[in-house]
């Protein structure tokens, strides 16, 4: 092999930023070749995703509506990824938000005023979420367990969970025999903006949410500890961070961002608990590439949840307007995410041509 | 560098929203004023070869038909999140009509009739109607009791399997039905029922379909999405292990030529078109009482594993030897006991129905009382019990 990688020491401003457009263009290139071979002209589509996403009126609504779910999880994620946490789980843990959630509206909401309950929602949901979050943390620190594979797993456990809760016990009486819990009460349900399902202060409180993450992580001493479990554990042990207290409250608030997206979307868009993949749409994988492209900031998680929710909403349009198959959209992301992983190896590595030595 | 990094992020969504206002304009799309724009929202993709494909097949049928129709597409939209795509359908798109094609999206309709009152909506298979919200539904319950009747006259285990999908009325009166024709000629066969919790999952019916087999099940039906039962009956089949299998909601007769020995259909095209002609005849000003109900009769359901044959030719010579007792037509052969049914259906629910009591569920409570015929509301809302031939217990409760 007459090329070798070699760590890189130092990064400029600049080259960060080169390597990161540069991947997003070649991510475009790629997707583009997929266009072709639909014999779709990639340039239109590309640009129909745009316009249809940020340059008409409802279809920005829409994109504000699919952002709230992707900022929560994926400044969450960057979170934890900081400590090189790799959280594939954001979609059970949003799952198990909108199942407490879910418990609290049809059990406490009848008897308690909407300003006591929603916000009791939401903390229910932020610690069903952290709690789940907690498990593979705990699992990883005290037995070493892969927290890929551990917080993948639990995804299906919570989805089958809640499908036995809506075919089973928590089924509706008013929804003749099919799979949903009943609808929250009224009050219980955040008021949302005419003939949309924005909730203002619901995107208000995910901006801060993203912020104050960014926050945590760059300002507080926790962040630091975050940030030096994820970069150098070695140095971490000899400066006496507690590991154990450190990565379980990192993912409890992973997770529970997580699970507040999922008392979102239940209270904004479904009122009901229903199947699980109605509940969350893959907003849990998707916030992934949310917090990849955001660099790992939770900050910058606002404006790639933003952009990643105009892709899904864009991916709807063309869908319509062009007749491409719904996969579309699942292809843009894979491709995007995975050129934006080969970027960042680059941040890291140096790619060397080594001549042979004769 | 993060200040940089945060002007270069803004600096490309800004480019991004300018080029798109930029090329603004294009927002809608022209047609004159003959043409009806028609846009369908799908649960499933339209290749699913179930439900979907059996939608999609009857908009392409109407859109042959009618030269003044236009259609489009919106496919695998997940329910809850149907308002977004029909947004789309009537600003962008200008359709005139929206069929949303799944029960979940009864909601979204409700709430989409109300904010465009000059766009039609149909619902399929929901009971919300409004000024301009009507419903419509095509069911093949009698097939599957045709398909009962079959089952239990070849079964020579005496055990049945069914792979369920979602413990919903549906699914309890096609089960039902499929029942009650296994008990008219075999009142000592049972039914096994195995639940997957998915509409499209040929992996978890795939599962299901062989423990089936595993227990003993020499027939199959099933309620999923894909042809993935019928590939495990026929692959017993090919081992020598005869299984049988009843193609479902789409002509899979291909994959399984030796298993499949019918099976239903559906035509949503008659349903269509019939809509479709009434909207363009002005029949449709107020669709707060407009609820098609199709069945046998409207020709909506078919029985057969494809489009030519009723029953696979293979098996027409074994179901004519195949004597079976009947309490209608005392001993007769089950090939000729289908087709009286058959012909009994197509004149109507008051002809025949195979719901008519006296029919108890499993714990022996008496459902449907003597000589009643069950209601279309207990048919379509109620039904939420196995009639007393299952041996499975009801999913948890």
């Known amino acids: ?358 | 560098m993060k200040k940089l990094q945060t002007l270069l992020l803004a600096a490309l969504m800004l480019c991004v929203s300018v080029s798109l206002f930029a090329g603004g304009g294009q927002d809608t799309v022209e047609k004159d004023s003959e043409t009806v724009k028609a846009g369908f929202i799908y649960i499933g993709p339209a290749g699913d070869f179930g439900w979907t494909y059996a939608h999609d097949q009857g908009r392409l049928y109407v859109e042959e038909k009618f030269p003044w129709l236009e259609t489009v597409i919106v496919e695998s939209v997940p329910e809850g999140d149907a308002v977004r795509f029909i947004d789309r359908l009537v600003q962008e798109q200008k359709c005139d009509i929206v069929f949303t094609t799944s029960f979940g999206y009864m909601d979204d309709s409700v709430a989409a009739a109300e904010k465009y009152p000059e766009v039609q909506f149909y619902h399929c298979s929901g009971y919300k109607r409004a000024a301009n919200l009507g419903t419509y539904m095509g069911d093949m319950y009698q097939i599957y009791y045709l398909n009962g009747l079959i089952a239990g006259a070849v079964s020579e285990s005496n055990k049945i399997g069914y792979v369920a999908a979602f413990p919903i009325p549906e699914l309890f009166r096609h089960m039902n039905a499929f029942a009650l024709g296994i008990k008219e000629v075999n009142p000592e066969a049972t039914v096994s029922v195995k639940w997957i919790y998915s509409w499209y999952g040929p992996d978890q019916a795939r599962e299901a379909a062989e423990a089936l087999v595993a227990e003993g099940c020499d027939v199959l039906a099933f309620t999923e999405d894909t042809p993935a039962v019928i590939e495990v009956a026929q692959e017993h089949m090919e081992k020598g292990k005869t299984v049988y299998a009843m193609s479902h909601y789409s002509p899979m007769q291909v994959y399984g030529e030796d298993a499949a020995i019918t099976g239903q259909l559906t035509d949503w095209g008659i349903l269509y078109e019939q809509i479709l002609m009434d909207y363009k005849d002005g029949k449709t000003g107020d669709l707060t009482d407009y609820d098609l109900l199709y069945l046998l009769k409207e020709e909506a359901v078919e029985l057969g594993a494809d489009y030519d044959n009723k029953i696979n030719p293979k098996y027409v010579d074994m179901l004519k030897s195949t004597m079976v007792e009947d309490k209608d037509f005392g001993t007769i052969n089950v090939y000729d006991l289908v087709m009286k049914r058959y012909d009994q259906m197509v004149q109507g629910r008051d002809v025949f129905d195979p719901f008519v009591g006296p029919i108890y569920d499993q714990a022996g409570t008496m459902q449907i009382a003597d000589g009643e015929m069950a209601s279309i509301g207990h048919l379509f809302s109620d039904m939420m019990y196995q009639i007393d031939n299952f041996v499975t217990p009801l999913p948890q409760q």
């Open chain 1, 1 to 358: 092999m007459p090329f070798v990688t070699l760590p890189r020491e130092k990064t400029t401003a600049g080259f960060t930023a080169a390597v990161l457009f540069g991947s997003l263009f070649a991510g475009l290139c790629a997707v583009g070749i997929v266009f072709l071979a639909y014999g779709v002209n990639p340039f239109y589509a590309i640009y129909e995703i745009f316009r249809s996403s940020f340059g008409s009126a409802f279809g920005f609504k829409e994109t504000i509506t699919k952002a709230v779910p992707l900022i929560f999880i994926g400044s969450g994620l960057a979170l934890a990824y900081k400590a090189k946490f790799w959280n594939i789980g954001a979609e059970s843990q949003l799952l198990w938000g909108a199942i407490i959630a879910t418990w609290i509206g049809l059990n406490w909401g009848p008897h308690l005023p909407g300003f006591v309950v929603i916000p009791l929602m939401f903390l229910g949901g932020f610690i069903g979420g952290g709690l789940w979050g907690v498990i593979p943390a705990v699992f990883k620190v005290k037995f070493g367990i892969n927290e890929v594979i551990s917080t993948l797993m639990l995804n299906y456990v919570a989805a089958e969970l809640v499908k036995y809760l809506v075919v089973g016990p928590w089924k509706g009486t008013t929804k003749y025999g099919y799979p949903y819990t009943d609808d929250l009460p009224d009050h219980a349900l955040l008021n949302l903006l005419h003939h949309t399902r924005i909730s203002v202060p619901l995107v208000i409180f995910a901006v801060l949410v993203a912020l104050f993450l960014c926050f945590v992580v760059y300002r507080t001493r926790f962040g630091y500890e975050v940030r030096v479990i994820g970069e150098n554990p070695e140095a971490g042990k000899y400066a006496g961070i507690d590991f154990f207290k450190t990565t379980v409250l990192m993912m409890a608030v992973s997770g529970g961002v997580a699970g507040i997206a999922g008392v979102g979307e239940l209270l904004t868009i479904h009122k009901h608990l229903s199947y699980p993949e109605t509940i969350s749409a893959g907003y849990g994988f998707t916030a992934i590439i949310v917090a990849w492209l955001g660099r790992l900031n939770p900050g910058f998680a606002i404006l790639s949840g933003l952009f990643f929710a105009g892709i899904i909403v864009g991916g709807d349009a063309i869908q319509i307007s062009m007749g491409l198959p719904s996969a579309t959209v699942n292809v843009f992301n894979g491709l995007i995410l995975v050129f934006l992983i080969m970027g960042d190896f680059l941040l890291s590595h140096r790619v060397v041509y080594k001549r042979r030595a004769n």
